[in-house]
Nanobody
Framework: VQLQASGGGLVQAGGSLRLSCAAS????????MAWVRQAPGKEREFVAV????????YYADSMKGRVTISRDNARNTMYLQMSSLKPEDTALYYC????????????????????WGQGTLVTVSS
């Protein structure tokens, strides 16, 4: 399984970006997918999680209302639509995948996810 994240870039505060995570190697029925970010000098932070088949989504409080996680089954691709971006959203954004339906207590735990993309850099200027 390989995950390829893309779509990062430089955007002004208040702007929008859509990140993509193209998955290859198999279909993801029953899997759990996530977007995770890490800002320079900070801890890794989960942004959004989606159970692929159920379409159940969860969002971190820090970005709730400003992000939407979605997927395209035909393209085997996951997306993170971000809006009203702030300078503090500047980070390297990773997509991650777990090969099972995670229970709620495991959704925000990094070692629940065996597969990680390479990250795409989002820079928000003030």
């Amino acid at each position: 399984v390989q995950l390829q994240a893309s779509g990062g870039g430089l955007v002004q505060a208040g702007g929008s970006l859509r990140l993509s995570c193209a998955a290859s190697g198999r279909t993801f029925s029953g899997w759990t997918m996530a977007w995770v970010r890490q800002a320079p000098g900070k801890e890794r932070e989960f942004v959004a999680v989606r159970r692929w088949t159920e379409s159940t989504t969860y969002y971190a409080d820090s970005m709730k209302g400003r992000v939407t996680i979605s997927r395209d089954n035909a393209r085997n691709t996951m997306y993170l639509q971000m809006s009203s971006l702030k300078p503090e959203d500047t980070a390297l954004y990773y997509c991650a995948a777990a090969d099972r339906r995670l229970i709620i207590s495991r959704l925000w735990v990094a070692d629940s996810y065996a597969y990680w993309g390479q990250g795409t850099l989002v820079t928000v200027s003030s």
